[in-house]
Structure formats: structure tokens, C-alpha cells
């Protein structure tokens, strides 16, 4: 029972960080210059997950853990704004390249990861007091 808890933990845990990306994302859509302060847009970042063998279940499913977090390889989007403080010479100014549209898809389907791993906690919970009345 306790393997069913460290699986669905680590779901959780995979889950969060990719929400904290995806946060990541949208807080820097318009984010023209990098920690230092150099004209250079944000880059954006992505979770990628790979199963944990050291988290499993005698019947056979396997935890999830963070393989790395990933600066996505995209072309800046080029927007004319000449008065800008960071537009090149020709008045464009590169901001990230980061879809909302898709950001707030992958929000929700992590959301809803995330909360199914918490239902599998609380069912397996639920399980292991009802066994403990039974037992008694």
C-alpha cells in the first residue's frame, strides 16, 4: 500500500514542476532581456518525465520523475515596434515565442494529472483505514 503513496507522491511532484514551468511561461511572455539585463527574450522551458524504477508497485506501475527541465530550441517572434529600448536596427523587437493558447491546454491537462494523483492517494488511504476497521 505504502508503493501505491510514493507513485502517486511522484506524480505529484512531476506534475508541479511542470506547472511551475508552464508559470514560468506565461509570467515571461513579454520578457525582452535576460538575467542580466542583455536585449535577449526569454527562453521557454518544458518538463520532460521518465518513468522511476525505484518507485514501484508489486503489480507492476512504476513512479514518474523529472528527467530535466529544457530551454525550448524556437525562433524569437520578430514584432515592429521602433521605439522600443530593445529593437534591433531595422525597429523589431524579439520576444519570446510562447502560445498561451497551448500553455493554458498544458496547465489544465497538469492540473488534471495533479488531481488525480491526489484522488489515488486519498482512495488508497480510504482503503487502508477501512482494512484497519476490519482488522479491529
Avoid: C, W
Amino acid at each position: 500500500m505504502f508503493t501505491a503513496f510514493d507513485v502517486s507522491t511522484s506524480g505529484l511532484t512531476a506534475q508541479r514542476a511542470r506547472l511551475n514551468a508552464i508559470s514560468s511561461n506565461l509570467a515571461n511572455m513579454t520578457t525582452t532581456r535576460n538575467e542580466r539585463g542583455e536585449p535577449e527574450p526569454y527562453a521557454p522551458r518544458f518538463v520532460t518525465f521518465q518513468t522511476d524504477a525505484a518507485v514501484q508497485t508489486s503489480g507492476g506501475g512504476v513512479g514518474v520523475k523529472v528527467a530535466s527541465v529544457e530551454q525550448a530550441a524556437v525562433a524569437p517572434r520578430q514584432r515592429y515596434e521602433p521605439g522600443h529600448p530593445d529593437a534591433n536596427a531595422e525597429g523589431f523587437v524579439a520576444y519570446p515565442n510562447i502560445d498561451m493558447t497551448l500553455e493554458f491546454v498544458d496547465a489544465l491537462e497538469a492540473t488534471r494529472a495533479y488531481e488525480a494523483n491526489l484522488g489515488v492517494l486519498e482512495i488508497t488511504k480510504d482503503m487502508g483505514q477501512r482494512t484497519l476497521q476490519i482488522i479491529a
